[in-house]
C-alpha cells in the first residue's frame, strides 16, 4: 500500500469532497504508486487539509472522517490497508498521546472507525483493545504487530 496527503487529498476530493479529510497522515515510506521505498519517510507524519498547512490542530478545523461526529473528533490515518510498519506504530503512539494531553482526554477516548455503530468498516484492521493498551504502555510493539495479524485473518476484506 503507498500513499501520502496528496495522493488521499486527490481521492477525497475525487469524491466530491473539499479535500482530504483526515487531520494526520502517517506515512509508511511508501508515498507513490510505483512503492518505492523511502527509509526516512517512513514513520512520517504529515498534516492533512484541514491544518491550514501547518501540523498543530486547531479548534475550528473540523475535519471530514467519521460521519456524523466530524466535530467532535480528530482523524488520524496510517498509510495501509492490514499491515503497519514499526515507525508508522510507534509514531502513532507518540502523536496520539500528545493530542490526548492537549485536549485532557482519557486514552479510552481513542476509537478506530469499526468502533463507530454507525459505520459499517473494518478498518483501520488493527485491533482496538490492543492498540490502546500498548498506548498505555502495556503491551510491545511486537505484541500488537503479532495481534494485527491475528486480527487480519479474521476480517473479511472486500
Ligand atoms: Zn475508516
Known amino acids: 500500500m503507498f500513499g501520502d496527503v496528496l495522493i488521499i487529498d486527490t481521492w477525497h476530493r475525487q469524491r466530491g469532497w473539499s479535500g482530504i479529510g483526515y487531520h494526520y497522515v502517517i506515512l509508511n ?3 507513490y504508486r510505483d512503492g518505492r521505498y523511502i527509509d526516512f519517510l517512513d514513520g512520517q507524519i504529515q498534516p492533512g487539509h484541514s491544518l491550514n498547512a501547518d501540523p ?12 456524523g461526529r466530524n466535530a467532535s473528533s480528530l482523524g488520524v490515518c496510517l498509510i495501509g490497508t492490514v499491515e ?5 506504530l510507534l509514531t502513532s503512539r507518540r502523536l496520539i498521546l500528545s493530542l490526548l494531553r492537549r485536549f485532557n482526554l482519557p486514552i479510552d477516548a481513542v476509537k478506530g472507525h469499526t468502533e463507530d455503530p454507525n459505520a ?3 478498518c483501520p ?7 490502546r493498551q500498548f498506548l498505555k ?3 510491545t510493539l511486537h ?16
Open 143 to 158: 505484541e500488537l504487530q503479532q495481534h494485527i495479524e491475528q486480527h487480519v485473518k479474521t476480517l473479511r476484506l472486500g
Open 29 to 31: 515510506g511508501k508515498p
Open 84 to 88: 503497519f510498519t514499526d515507525a508508522q
Open 125 to 131: 484492521n488493527i485491533p482496538m483493545d490492543y492498540y
Open 120 to 122: 459499517n468498516k473494518t
Open 56 to 67: 498543530i490542530f486547531q479548534d475550528f478545523e473540523v475535519g471530514a472522517h467519521v460521519a
Open 137 to 139: 504502555d502495556n503491551g
